[in-house]
């Protein structure tokens, strides 16, 4: 069992930067692949990043490439989400999750079994 917790979401201005974190209990984490998704007011959940169990491949939606990254620390049991350049667009709530698969940091929804109860970002024009 994993349980996720994130933290750090906040209202920023348009242009600004935010750091996202997750913080997993269990032993089990560093075993895992990690990914970050969101939702929109009024929007269907999407993608945002992913990584997988040892940090070597990450992957990222196109809306977000080049803006934002995702990084892990496994000695500290927790996957973060660096978000540059806001926009408007990328208000939502943040939610990270945890796969029992390794090393595709797929961005499919259904990969992950293990889900945060998520962080609300709001990015002010």
């Known amino acids: 069992q994993v349980q996720l917790v994130e933290s750090g979401g906040g209202l920023v201005q348009a242009g600004g930067s935010l750091r996202l974190s997750c913080a997993a209990s269990?032993?089990?984490?560093?075993?895992?692949?990690m990914a970050w998704f969101r939702q929109g007011p009024g929007k269907e959940g999407e993608f945002v990043a992913a990584?997988?169990?040892?940090?070597?491949?990450?992957n990222y939606a196109d809306s977000v490439k080049g803006r934002f990254t995702i990084s892990r620390d496994n000695a500290k049991n927790t996957v973060y989400l660096q978000m540059n350049s806001l926009k408007p667009e990328d208000t939502a709530v943040y939610s990270c999750?945890?796969?029992?698969?390794?090393?595709?940091?797929?961005?499919?929804?259904?990969?992950?079994?293990?889900w945060g109860q998520g962080t609300q970002v709001t990015v002010s024009a």
């Open positions: 999750a945890a796969s029992l698969y390794r090393g595709t940091a797929s961005d499919r929804r259904n990969a992950y079994t293990y």
């Open positions: 990584i997988t169990w040892s940090g070597s491949l990450t």
């Open positions: 269990g032993r089990t984490f560093g075993n895992k692949d």
